[in-house]
Nanobody, 120 residues
Framework: QVQLVESGGGLVQAGGSLRLSCAAS????????MGWFRQAPGKERDFVAV????????YYADSVKGRFTISRDNAKNTVYLQMNSLKPEDTAVYYC?????????????WGQGTQVTVSS
């Protein structure tokens, strides 16, 4: 089993920035892609971004391209999501995910989620 713990969510004004982190423990995530999904109230869970194990390839949802950046530190088994120029429509619970490939396919392991709220 893989345990994923997200952190970094919170309340921010439109135009602001947040950095989410997701630390993996338990079974190794070596070789697996890691990514982020989000779910707004009353909506389905949607793909946000994913990064391959090697870090050489990243993919983003069109809605976040140019504003969000995904990265990872394999030595720390951690994936990050830097979110800039946040908009109210980015408000959602953000979930870390392991093993999903190709995008937007999710993997089987999910974190508990972290709330991001963007005020206008």
């Amino acid at each position: 089993q893989v345990q994923l713990v997200e952190s970094g969510g919170g309340l921010v004004q439109a135009g602001g920035s947040l950095r989410l982190s997701c630390a993996a423990s338990g079974r190794t995530v070596s070789g697996y892609a890691m990514g982020w999904f989000r779910q707004a109230p009353g909506k389905e869970r949607d793909f946000v971004a994913v990064i391959r194990w090697s870090g050489d390839r990243t993919y983003y949802a069109d809605s976040v391209k140019g504003r969000f950046t995904i990265s990872r530190d394999n030595a720390k088994n951690t994936v990050y999501l830097q979110m800039n120029s946040l908009k109210p429509e980015d408000t959602a619970v953000y979930y870390c995910n392991v093993g999903g490939w190709p995008p937007p396919t999710p993997g089987v392991y999910w974190g508990q989620g972290t709330q991001v709220t963007v005020s206008s």
